[in-house]
């Protein structure tokens, strides 16, 4: 079952939470996480595994796009359109080194959700010439899954004005930072580290969604 592009854009429009999936983070088994994950709210799920092979990657993406579909949640698979075209994802999310957009999209058509990867204000800009569907922004915060320090809140008060499209903030993305990351008007997160590897995922996933929708009102 895949969901409908209609459908998958709805519902990245509505989408709070997104996960950045990698099962080498994950301090319980992955697939109970992103169970947990869906169960809680997460309104999309992001394969993001460097390193691993093709085939495995290709069968992990069918695993995770079978979980997702039940719970209408779009898959997107990073950088490998290849494998998103394949495993029949809801979308791919490029970074600046990899293929750029406008080339992304005459491969894939129009159907699946492309995210670009921003990380200062003229990546910010320029995202509104390009064929995408959301931008992640940051590094906001530090975190372990970036060399890059963060960038700050006061940064994210800079960029956000500048977004056309549904802006996630990523890097360090937990409930110690949330707040300040609402504070400075970010509305969407993108989080990794403090979900895959939480003992409880899914209350970290509840707790999140609970602080952007009372940021939001």
Not at 25 to 41: F, I, N, S, W
Not at 59 to 84: G, M, Y
Request: aromatic share 2%; glycine share 10%; proline share 6%.
């Amino acid at each position: 079952m895949t969901l409908s592009p209609e459908v998958a854009r709805e519902r990245l429009l509505d989408a709070r939470v997104y996960l950045l999936m990698t099962r080498s983070l994950c301090r319980l088994d992955p697939l109970v996480v992103l169970d947990e994950a869906l169960t809680a709210g997460a309104d999309v799920v992001q394969v993001r595994e460097p390193g691993c092979g093709d085939r495995e990657l290709l069968e992990w993406v069918h695993d995770v796009r079978e979980r997702c579909a039940r719970h209408r949640v779009p898959v997107i698979v990073n950088d490998r359109i290849d494998v998103a075209i394949l495993a029949g994802a809801d979308g791919v999310h490029v970074g600046q080194g990899d293929l750029p957009p406008r080339a992304v999209r005459e491969l894939a058509g129009e159907a699946p959700i492309l995210g670009l990867s921003t990380h200062d204000l003229e990546q910010v800009k320029e995202s509104a010439t390009e064929p995408v569907d959301y931008i992640g922004v940051g590094p906001v915060f530090d975190t372990s899954t970036k060399d890059t320090p963060g960038l700050g809140a006061d940064w994210l008060r800079d960029v956000l004005p500048h977004a056309v499209v549904p802006a996630f903030g990523i890097g360090g993305m937990g409930t110690a930072t949330v707040t300040e990351a609402i504070d400075a008007g970010l509305r969407r997160i993108a989080t990794s580290s403090a979900v895959c590897g939480a003992e409880e995922p899914g209350a970290v996933i509840h707790a999140l969604r609970e602080s952007l929708e009372a940021g939001g009102r």
